[in-house]
Nanobody, 125 residues
Framework: QVPLVESGGGSVQAGDSLRLSCAAS????????MGWFRQAPGKEREFVAF????????HYADSVQGRVTISRDNDKKMVYLQMNSLESEDTANYYC??????????????????WGQGTQVTVSS
């Protein structure tokens, strides 16, 4: 069973909004911190947003600060990424990730234990 499944990607115009969703099948989902990352062709995977296990702490990449909101519903085992005022630079494959412990930093992909398969976001200017 795939632990994380992303959805909600698509092709939009600059200035539009999208809400990405991540459905988790992790048994102890409430104990996982969650992150969103993205990867554009030819580029490294980069951090987008983080939310801790309780939902009480969030962090964002400078490039999306003020345009993006991460949230979670522990009862439904869901994580969301609301993206507004999309720009062509936001075009990438977006990945949901989960980390069980506190090893490493929240913005490093190597800190995460589980990954989804990604959902593509394409923004046309």
């Amino acid at each position: 069973q795939v632990p994380l499944v992303e959805s909600g990607g698509g092709s939009v115009q600059a200035g539009d909004s999208l809400r990405l969703s991540c459905a988790a099948s992790l048994r102890t989902f409430k104990s996982y911190d969650m992150g969103w990352f993205r990867q554009a062709p030819g580029k490294e995977r980069e951090f987008v947003a983080f939310i801790d296990w309780s939902g009480g702490s969030t962090h964002y990449a400078d490039s999306v600060q003020g345009r993006v909101t991460i949230s979670r519903d522990n009862d439904k085992k869901m994580v969301y990424l609301q993206m507004n005022s999309l720009e062509s630079e936001d075009t990438a494959n977006y990945y949901c990730a989960a980390r069980a412990g506190y090893s490493g930093t929240y913005y490093s992909p190597t800190s995460y234990d589980e990954w989804g398969q990604g959902t593509q976001v394409t923004v046309s200017s």
